[in-house]
């Protein structure tokens, strides 16, 4: 069987997190279960709310 289609790169999310290093801009970076990737720019607490209770792979064995 042969493998899925990857939808991101690793290269792209190191480019991503080298650009937020390189302008002092601290953050996120989620991946979507579509490959899509969401840049977070921010400090955690400026109007970000995040909710560590829930997790969708808590529920998986």
Known sequence: MSRARQHFR???????L???A????S??????????????????GQGQDV???ANEWDSVR
């Open 27 to 44: 953050g996120r970076v989620e991946i979507a279960p579509d490959g899509r990737m969401v840049v977070i720019a921010g400090k955690l």
């Open 51 to 53: 909710d560590h209770s």
């Open 10 to 16: 690793q290269s792209d999310l190191v480019k991503a």
């Open 18 to 20: 080298k650009a937020m």
């Open 22 to 25: 390189k302008v002092g801009v």
